[in-house]
């Protein structure tokens, strides 16, 4: 799969998914930590979610425009740049202690994350020939898990350790000042790991900005967005792929942003004890993401994501139905079938879509926007019913969604292979 592919630009850019996965799931428990800092309920706490993937939708069409005017490595410094920027902020953020001003932070991040994304997937397919793009793309987005368990990892010994013991009925006990020590405490854990972050990702910039990097063949053609969209909407399987992310984001980032929150409920156990289940999940995602790419040499990649999708299902209901370690388990294992989705669903999307690559990537970047809407919909569930495992009714729909587009695509796939 990495036949004619430059190896050097290949692991330079690969190691953005590793960053941006870490982005990702550090962010992820942050609904847990805010929700005990600042005694908000799960809607509340889901405005982070609001700000990051609410950035990918606002900046996934500018960063399209870009590189398509420029090319991928000028999207991919930007969008580093504001990745880093991002990061700083949240120490004047800890030090205001304002809920809204690292929601600012993670927005300018995000932005950064979600150039980033629209510039690197679609360059990992161009990096060689499009018949072995989505192994490639797997290959690649194999290493964001790896960025996904750093990221808990820092979360756990730098945030979640931090967080004091005292519940909301004895922190609204407190006088203004107690409250406000430890809350500045708590808020410097959770400042420390992202300037850190931002730290390192300073020398990955310096790396791609002095290493010369391939051209796409398609980085000298003209821009012309509307005739673009014409073409790709045009295309049934491109459309299905963009709405079909949309909801898959939406089990995912659900998924993951309650499952300290189901841990703590149903084994009674603290923020960090419980984000070791959550790492666990994310050790069986990286796990599986290599298994999955080693099984597309033998298994049709939309026969794959179907098979998964399915077994994901069953596995949602089992969390809901279930309870006790049963429900763990199996909230666990979803994990291991989400872990091929978002780049089998993202290389079936763009499968032959040729010059448009870089607006139709800026689609489905945009349709990240359903880790915002509907980890926010989870969230209003849960606090109307009082109940997280009934509110996991939303990434089963979503499963659901993809059992239909892998379904779909093996309908037309000899039309398209």
Not at 53 to 65: T, V
Request: net charge positive; aromatic share 12%.
């Amino acid at each position: 799969m990495l036949k004619k592919t430059p190896i050097l630009p290949f692991i330079l850019i690969t190691s953005l998914f590793l960053m941006w996965g870490l982005a990702n799931n550090m962010t992820d428990t942050l609904l847990s930590a805010f929700k005990r800092i600042m005694s908000m309920s799960d809607f509340q706490t889901t405005f982070v979610q609001y700000a990051f993937y609410g950035a990918y939708f606002c900046l996934a069409i500018p960063a399209a425009i870009l590189i398509k005017k420029y090319t991928y490595k000028t999207g991919i410094l930007i969008g580093l740049g504001l990745f880093i920027g991002g990061s700083l902020l949240f120490y004047p953020a800890s030090k205001t202690m304002v809920y809204g001003h690292f929601l600012a932070a993670l927005f300018i991040l995000a932005g950064g994350l979600s150039l980033l994304e629209t510039s690197a997937n679609p360059y990992i397919i161009a990096m060689g020939p499009e018949e072995t793009g989505t192994q490639r793309l797997n290959l690649a987005q194999s290493f964001n898990p790896i960025g996904s368990i750093i990221g808990v990892l820092l979360s756990k010994l730098f945030i979640l350790s931090k967080l004091n013991v005292a519940g909301e009925a004895e922190r609204a006990s407190m006088s203004p000042e107690q409250l406000q020590a430890i809350q500045s405490e708590e808020l410097t854990g959770v400042m420390g790991p992202y300037v850190g972050v931002a730290l390192f990702l300073v020398l990955i910039w310096l790396l791609i900005f002095f290493n010369k990097m391939p051209t796409a063949s398609d980085e000298n053609s003209s821009l012309n967005f509307g005739e673009a969209w014409g073409r790709l909407i045009k295309k049934r399987s491109y459309v299905w792929s963009v709405i079909t992310m949309f909801f898959y984001i939406g089990a995912q980032i659900g998924t993951w942003s309650f499952t300290i929150r189901y841990v703590m409920k149903e084994l009674n156990v603290n923020e960090e004890q419980a984000s070791s289940y959550y790492l666990a999940a994310l050790v069986l995602f990286l796990l599986s993401r290599f298994v999955c790419t080693y099984l597309m040499r033998f298994i049709a990649p939309h026969r794959l994501l179907a098979s998964l999708a399915v077994l994901a299902l069953i596995l949602t209901g089992t969390v809901m139905a279930s309870g006790g370690y049963v429900g763990v388990y199996a909230l666990v294992g979803i994990s291991g079938c989400m872990s091929l989705m978002f780049p089998t669903i993202y290389g079936l999307g763009l499968r032959g879509v040729g010059q448009d690559t870089k607006i139709g990537g800026s689609g489905l970047i945009m349709a990240i926007l359903g880790g915002a809407v509907l980890t926010g919909v989870q969230g209003q569930i849960s606090d109307a019913t009082q109940s997280i495992n009934t509110a996991f009714v939303m990434p089963l729909f979503c499963f659901g969604v993809v059992v239909y587009f892998a379904l779909r695509e093996a309908k037309v796939a000899p039309q398209n292979m």
